[in-house]
Nanobody, 114 residues
Framework: QMWVAESGGGVVRPGESLTLSCTGS????????VHWYRQVPGKQQEMVAT??????KYADFVKGRFTIFRDNAKKTLSLRMNNLEPMDTAVYYC?????????WGQGTQVTVSS
């Protein structure tokens, strides 16, 4: 069994940056595909970015602004978010998956407001 936890959310102004982190509780976290989703109340959850062995994938609306990077020693995968816009306001969730194993974090709030 493993848990994952997000951190790094907060309130920023348009154009500013934030880095979210997803930390796994066990060794071997580096073998997991890690996905970032976001959800706004009343709207469908949407995939933001995924890091899987050998590559990354980004939603079109974050390409060029968001970047994923791993720190395997810290069992962490981070999402660097640059040039944030009010439309990026949401609760961001981390999900780690490997085969039939699937773990979600509790979410972290990101608010972009002037």
């Amino acid at each position: 069994q493993m848990w994952v936890a997000e951190s790094g959310g907060g309130v920023v102004r348009p154009g500013e940056s934030l880095t979210l982190s997803c930390t796994g509780s066990r060794s071997g976290f580096s073998a997991y595909s890690v996905h970032w989703y976001r959800q706004v109340p009343g709207k469908q959850q949407e995939m933001v970015a995924t890091a899987f062995p050998g590559g990354t994938k980004y939603a079109d609306f974050v390409k060029g602004r968001f970047t994923i990077f791993r720190d395997n020693a810290k069992k962490t995968l981070s999402l660097r978010m640059n040039n944030l816009e009010p439309m990026d306001t949401a609760v961001y969730y981390c999900r780690a998956s490997l085969g039939s194993r699937d773990y979600w974090g509790q979410g972290t709030q990101v608010t972009v407001s002037s």
